[in-house]
């Protein structure tokens, strides 16, 4: 079992730019969340996909987008960059109870 | 902010000591979580505790939580060096399947 894979590890982006990051979730795991972490701080949640459907979101503005396809993988997008999106950017998925995360792509918006 | 907070924010030992972890939060929980993070990478869940569990024991880790105080510790015995991380307690709150994560706690056990 891989558990949760995520890619790339490391990006590196101009202001202005958009990214794609992507999660594989663990096998069997249906729900996958996304997380953003700025350096010295928890992680904040973005938002969660079920059944292809963003369920739930947080406290973030629109660029901040995803997608879930019917392998339960996602996607998360960030269009219009800005220097505060650099971020470890965490997913984790679950089927119930406790959440496995991935180790994360570091974003750097340069 | 629905974000708790965790004390102290960062705390040095020597191998072999204990070292405690607490953590306040601010919604009404399901559950409560901690998990490590090594140097910035991803989180590795440790244990989970229950809304109507009191304490629990994994290995060298015990954890209690006072729902009353909205507030959880996590102790880990006999410390070593390979447990230098970042320590963070997450709440899941009613059915929202959303973890609220505190600042977490910096832990660095000197060999």
């Known amino acids: 079992d891989a558990g949760v894979t995520q890619s790339p590890t490391h990006l590196i982006k101009t202001r202005g730019q958009q990214v794609t990051l992507r999660c594989s979730p663990k096998?069997?795991?249906?729900?996958v969340s996304w997380y953003q972490q700025a350096l010295g701080q928890g992680p904040q949640f973005i938002f969660q996909?079920?059944?292809?459907?963003?369920?739930q979101r947080g406290n973030f503005p629109d660029r901040f987008s995803g997608h879930q396809f019917p392998n339960y993988s996602s996607e998360l997008n960030v269009n219009a960059l800005l220097l505060g999106d650099s971020a470890l950017y965490l997913c984790a998925s679950s089927l119930g109870r406790g959440a496995f995360f991935g180790q994360g792509t570091r974003l750097t918006v340069v | 902010s629905q974000q708790g907070e965790e004390d102290p924010q960062a705390l040095s030992i020597q191998e072999g000591e204990n070292a405690t972890m607490n953590c306040s939060y601010k919604t009404s929980i399901n559950n409560l979580q901690w998990y490590r993070q090594n140097s910035g990478r991803g989180l590795v869940h440790l244990i989970l505790?229950?809304?109507?569990?009191r304490e629990k024991h994994s290995g060298r880790l015990r954890v209690t939580l006072d729902t009353s105080k909205k507030s959880s510790s996590l102790l880990i015995t006999a410390s070593r060096a390979a447990d230098t991380a970042s320590y963070f307690c997450?709440?899941?709150?009613?059915?929202?399947?959303?973890?609220?994560f505190g600042q977490g706690t910096t832990l660095q056990v000197k060999p």
């Open positions: 996909y079920y059944e292809e459907e963003e369920r």
């Open positions: 096998s069997g795991h249906d729900t």
């Open positions: 505790i229950r809304s109507n569990e």
């Open positions: 997450a709440n899941l709150g009613g059915n929202t399947g959303k973890l609220i």
